[in-house]
């Protein structure tokens, strides 16, 4: 194991900012990992473990840590006759995984194409887009426990990771347990769904022939294709996705915020129907872009080197120059906008990395 010191983490996050790491180690073994805790606890530093570094926002002093990044890149599909296993190390490039799923006709993660980050951060995040979910095909993960790290792996299974929405017990302890390797199910192309939930993705419009299901290629192709439209692939824009969380609220709250929308602005409201999804429990799921556009940050706000993207209301973006301490800011003043107009507190996305305070710095910049 190489312990380096002082490393520039901003190249390795996809907002390109932030300060270096104290100290950095890049684990390819299980050795490795144990080495590297070790070494973390004789010194009573924290440790952060980095995935593809597409959802996180590092200070601009850094972190004054130890940096793990797994480089576990080994992919193993087992094929039956009627599903497929794969085993996957947490450091594969997430995309990179779901392309080769696809070319084998396993079905399940298509939908999920185009999504930078790693396989042990899309666990961690469990990951989604257009109605499906990492935990669809996921079955269980191998992780280490970073307080007991001599002691043997740990497996969790889909119930062990308590996944909802966007989230997963990892995101609630996040300096505690390592996912090593995942391990995920697919059918096979032949047991596919007649349709996707999502109508943005219906097999109708997928192919030039009507009528005939599209292969898993074309429906990969198709969803790379739409993300690109809202500059959600990583080569679009510096951002790491959406900022904020969807809110689920109760009904008595949707129709609130519906009136207050229409009194603010109706002509709006209605043009950016459906902006409310009802959920099978009776809560409403709101898109937080629909309550940003009654804010001044709407697609292409650019305040020095950050701002928001021209295509998606919820990316913030940077450029050369920018600091985290802007981003902070800049995403603090959109939530307060937000609550003061709707009274809904957005939950941020994105996770800070050795960020201290974010009040302070929404006043310095506003
Ligand atoms: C352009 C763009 C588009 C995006 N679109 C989507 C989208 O459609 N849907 C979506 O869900 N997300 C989206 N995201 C967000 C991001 O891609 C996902 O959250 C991704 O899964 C993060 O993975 P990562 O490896 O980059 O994790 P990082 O950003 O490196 O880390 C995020 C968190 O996961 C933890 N983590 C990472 N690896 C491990 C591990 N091995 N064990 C334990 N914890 C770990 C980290 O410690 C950290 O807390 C987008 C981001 C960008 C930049």
Redesign the pocket.
């Known amino acids: 194991m190489i312990v380096e010191e002082n490393v520039a983490l901003a190249p390795l996050t996809?907002f390109k900012i932030g300060g270096p790491a104290r100290y950095f180690v890049e684990a390819r073994t299980l050795d490795d990992v144990r080495e590297a805790l070790a070494f973390a606890r004789e010194r009573g530093l924290q440790i952060?473990?980095?995935?593809?570094?597409?959802?996180?926002l590092i200070a601009d002093e850094g972190f004054d840590g130890l940096v793990l990044r797994?480089r576990f890149e080994d992919v193993e599909f087992k094929t039956t006759d009627s599903e497929t296993l794969a085993t996957v190390g947490?450091g594969v490039d997430?995309d990179v995984f779901v392309a080769r799923a696809v070319a084998r006709g396993c079905v399940g993660v298509e939908l999920l194409s185009g999504?930078?980050?790693?396989v042990?951060?899309?666990v961690?995040?469990n990951?989604?887009?257009y109605c499906a979910e990492c935990s669809d095909t996921f079955v269980q993960a191998e992780v280490i426990d970073t307080q007991d790290p001599a002691s043997a792996l740990q497996t969790f299974t889909a119930r062990d990771c308590t996944f909802s929405y966007?989230d997963s017990f990892?995101?609630h302890h996040?300096y505690r347990?390592?996912?090593l390797r995942a391990l995920f199910r697919f059918a096979s192309d032949s047991a596919r769904p007649q349709a996707y939930h999502d109508s943005r993705f219906n097999f109708a419009d997928l192919t030039q022939e009507k009528g005939r299901t599209p292969t898993l290629q074309e429906v990969r192709e198709a969803v790379i294709k739409v993300r690109g439209e809202k500059g959600?692939?990583?080569t679009?824009y510096r951002?790491?996705?959406?900022f904020f969380h969807m809110p689920f609220v109760s009904r008595a709250t949707y129709e609130e915020v519906q009136r207050r929308a229409r009194v603010l602005d109706a002509e709006k409201e209605a043009q950016l129907r459906p902006w409310a999804w009802e959920q099978p429990d009776g809560t409403y799921k709101i898109a937080p872009g629909f309550l940003l556009e009654y804010t001044r940050f709407q697609k292409g706000y650019a305040r020095g080197a950050v701002g928001i993207s021209p295509k998606h209301t919820l990316s913030v973006i940077t450029s050369d120059g920018a600091t985290a301490q802007e981003v902070v800011a800049l995403a603090c003043a959109m939530h307060d906008e937000v609550e003061k107009l709707f009274s809904i507190s957005l939950e941020r996305e994105v996770?800070y990395i050795g960020i201290k305070s974010e009040a302070q710095e929404c006043v310095q910049f506003f």
């Open positions: 996809t952060f473990v980095l995935g593809g570094g597409s959802n996180i797994l947490a997430w999504i930078p980050g790693t042990g951060g899309a961690a995040a990951l989604g887009a966007h990892f995101s996040p347990h390592i996912i959600v692939l990583s679009s951002s790491a996705g959406s996770k």
